[in-house]
């Protein structure tokens, strides 16, 4: 589990160079300024998140490091910022590239997931630390 929530940070991380670059560069003459917006706030999230799985995994390494298993709670908030993430941020990329609003509609069960990431990272936290 803890190589996949680093392999998922380090590819969410290149990501979001590679996808911020190209709304910045190849979509900006495409797309509408409330768009090339959107564009942003995915790959924003994307970044952040990115960092977030790998900084859970390196506090998941440590806790591991001394014969501890991975708290199950961690585990889950590692999943959820990774699907969190898929669907905020995919939804995002795909109404921008597609111009079907209704993936909007999606967007928010993305932005669920990722609260309950959150949530569940701190319940960890007071369960570990």
Known sequence: MIRFIFVAGAIYGLL???L???????????????LLKTWDTGSRYLA????VLLIVGVWARVETQ????L?????????CFFFG???????????CLTGIRALGAITPIGGLTLMAGW???????????
């Open 16 to 18: 979001s160079v590679a």
């Open 20 to 34: 911020g670059a190209f709304g910045a560069h190849a979509l900006k003459n495409t797309l509408t300024e409330e």
């Open 48 to 51: 952040m998140h990115a960092a």
């Open 66 to 69: 001394t014969g501890a298993s």
């Open 71 to 79: 708290d199950p709670t961690m585990r889950w908030a590692a999943l």
């Open 85 to 95: 993430t898929l669907i905020f941020s995919g939804s995002l990329f795909a109404l």
């Open 119 to 129: 949530v569940l990272l701190a319940i960890s936290a007071a369960k570990t630390l």
